[in-house]
């Protein structure tokens, strides 16, 4: 985020994490997804898009495995560039995987096997203020999913 001039409120040291979009749409979630905990809240949030970094879900698990993020669009390409890759020595390998990285934050909608992109959008920022909160539901393990704030 530092690199990108996403810069940390003073005293601010870890950013807070938010679905962007998901199944291709930037709209409210299905409350019957994952239900981590008995209790939730789930919020319509909204942050100057200045202030926020975008990153392909799925494609940050490049990073988070340390995987190599290919940019082939084929299957022949994926095998031509995995061959080559494996290939550089083990430190041109760390630098080709980490410069590959950085294709995490396209988050340009592409459908397709080889082309895929976009699905889930994850968004990070600093700080969310309440007035940038829009509205909020309560969901409750066994009781229906109410609204508990709304500013519209």
Known sequence: MKRRKILPPRDVK???????????????PNFRWIRDSEIEVCMEINIPEEKVLLSDFEAWHFVLND?????????????????????????????????????????????????????????????????QVRKAWLLKKGEKVRKIYSVI
């Open 67 to 131: 995987w190599y993020y290919s940019p082939a669009t084929n299957e022949q390409e994926w095998e031509r560039l995995e061959k080559k890759f494996d290939s550089l020595t083990e430190r041109k390998q760390k630098q080709v995987k980490e410069k590959s990285w950085q294709r995490i934050f396209d988050t340009d909608i592409r459908h397709g096997k080889w082309t895929s992109n976009g699905e889930t959008i994850q968004a990070c920022f600093w700080m969310l203020e309440m007035s």
């Open 14 to 28: 870890v950013p807070l994490w938010a679905w962007y979009r998901r199944d291709y749409k930037h709209v409210r």
